[in-house]
C-alpha cells in the first residue's frame, strides 16, 4: 500500500541512550556508551486526518533534490514512517553556521530551519561542510539516508534526546552506534559566535538547547528523518 500526502496519520512514542560526542574539551574515546532498553509504552491509536495539503515549502527554503528525495523516502519506507504529518531532513551540503535541520509541515506546507552538526569523522579538518560518511560504529562520522524517529529517552551522557533508527544500508547500524538526536553545547549560538561554525558530534545530530525540547516533542515516534548530501 502506498500512502500520499492525502492519507495523513498522527499519534505515538519510545525511550534509551545517547551518542558519545565532541565538544571543545579533550572526550575520552574508550569510555563505553551507556544502552538501557528501551522502556515500552502503551500504543497509541492513530488519527487519520483527511483534506488537500497545501503546496510544500513555498519559500523553496530547502533544496529541490533534498524535497523529492524526501517525498519518495515517505513511499518507499510507508510501512515504517505512519506519521505523515511532519518529516525532517538534514542537508549535509549547508555549511554547519547556517541552518539545515528543515521540519517540514505536510498539512501547512510550512518549512522551519534549524542548525545541527556532522560528525568529526566527516569533516576532519573542520570546515565546517562533512565530506564523507559512514555507517561503520567508531568512525564518528555522520549517515546519509532515511531513519525513523523511535521516540524522546533521556540518556546518562546526553540527557534528553530522540531514538533514530536507520531505514537503509547506509545508516541501519544507528542504534549499535547510538546516533540520535540531543542538545550540545557546540551546537549552541554562543559557540557559532566564537567559532563561526558548529562543533561536530561523533555522527549524532545534535542541535541546540534551546531548540532541542520542542524539537523533541515534535519528532515523537514514528516520523521520517532524511539525511543527504
Known sequence: MRISRRGLILGGSALMAGCSSA????????????????????????????????????????????????????????RKIPQRDRMY?????????EPRLYEVDLLAGTVTAMRTSHGRGSDPEHTGV????????????????SYVTAGPNWGPQQGPNVLLDGL?????????????????????????????????SYGCFSVAHADLPGLRERMGEGRLLFAFS
Not at 483527511?50 to 519518495?72: N, T, Y
Not at 531532513?89 to 553556521?97: N, P
Open 89 to 97: 531532513l538534514v542537508d549535509f551540503k549547508v555549511h554547519s553556521a
Open 130 to 145: 562533512p565530506r564523507a560518511f559512514s555507517n561503520t560504529p567508531e568512525s564518528f562520522m555522520s549517515s546519509v539516508g
Open 168 to 200: 537503509e544500508y547506509s545508516n541501519d547500524k544507528a542504534r549499535e552506534r547510538a546516533i540520535i538526536v540531543h542538545g550540545a553545547d557546540y551546537a549552541d549560538p554562543d559557540f557559532l559566535e566564537r567559532e563561526g561554525k558548529l562543533g561536530r
Open 23 to 78: 565538544t571543545a574539551s579533550t572526550v575520552d574515546l574508550a569510555t563505553p556508551l551507556v544502552m538501557p532498553e528501551p522502556v515500552p509504552t502503551p500504543a497509541v491509536a492513530p488519527v487519520v486526518l483527511s483534506g488537500d495539503p497545501a503546496p510544500l515549502d513555498p519559500k523553496g527554503m530547502v533544496r529541490k533534490e533534498v524535497m523529492d528525495r524526501a517525498m519518495a523516502a515517505l513511499d518507499i519506507h510507508h
